[in-house]
């Protein structure tokens, strides 16, 4: 059975930085693609940044420049670091194994001063 498990959110002021991760278990994480994504009350998940089994990358417009997907293998755990981190970054963030179709639980980030 596959599991994915975030952490890393919190409350930060604008400007500021987090780094999220996703510890993923029951799969085969080297070769699989990963996915993060975030979420407003009221509004559809928002693929945020995506990160291959070869290491390439993809971001939405929204937040290139600022945030930054990796992965280590040995770990099977996926980061998303994010910085300069504004206020309409508020959301609960979400891994994704899309090929398993698993999720997470969720970490909340809140950006306020």
């Known amino acids: 059975q596959v599991q994915l498990v975030e952490s890393g959110g919190g409350l930060v002021q604008p400007g500021g930085s987090l780094r999220l991760s996703c510890a993923a278990s029951?799969?085969?994480?080297?070769?699989?693609?990963m996915d993060w994504y975030r979420q407003v009350p009221g509004n559809q998940r928002e693929l945020v940044a995506r990160?291959?089994?070869?290491?390439?990358?993809n971001y939405a417009d929204s937040v290139k420049g600022r945030f930054t997907v990796s992965r280590d293998n040995a770990k099977n755990t996926v980061y998303l670091q994010m910085n300069s981190l504004k206020p309409e970054d508020t959301a609960v963030y979400y891994c994704?194994?899309?090929?398993?179709?698993?999720w997470g639980q969720g970490t909340q980030v809140t950006v306020s001063s």
């Open positions: 994704n194994a899309p090929l398993k179709n698993a």
């Open positions: 029951g799969m085969f994480f080297s070769i699989n693609i």
């Open positions: 990160i291959t089994g070869g290491g390439s990358t």
